[in-house]
């Protein structure tokens, strides 16, 4: 079982913006939520995996800093929760 999540998003090749690498291997919850700067939820995963696209309903947003949580669990572990904010540039 392994864990890594830094506390910032990066962008993908697939240019998604995932926390860290998302290597949540043998978690079995993940969750990612993005919020726009006036705490609106904008993006809900229930795999962190997956990543935000920086779009909401196939609409891309505007350039602007985003607030991003990830909660997840490990197996044999309590909860966990990182967060952070990414910049998003077009």
Known sequence: ????LDDLLQ???DDSYRP???RLEGAYESELA???RWGQL?????????????EIDGKPQPAGL?????RYQLQKKKPESKNGTV???R
């Not at 079982?1 to 890594?4: G, I």
């Not at 904008?42 to 920086?54: M, P, R």
């Not at 985003?66 to 990830?70: F, P, Q």
């Open 1 to 4: 079982m392994k864990e890594y």
């Open 11 to 13: 962008r993908m090749n």
């Open 20 to 22: 860290g690498e998302a």
């Open 34 to 36: 993005i919020y726009d």
């Open 42 to 54: 904008v993006y809900l995963s229930k795999n962190a995996s997956q990543g935000w696209h920086g």
């Open 66 to 70: 985003y607030v991003w949580n990830c």
């Open 87 to 89: 910049l998003l540039i």
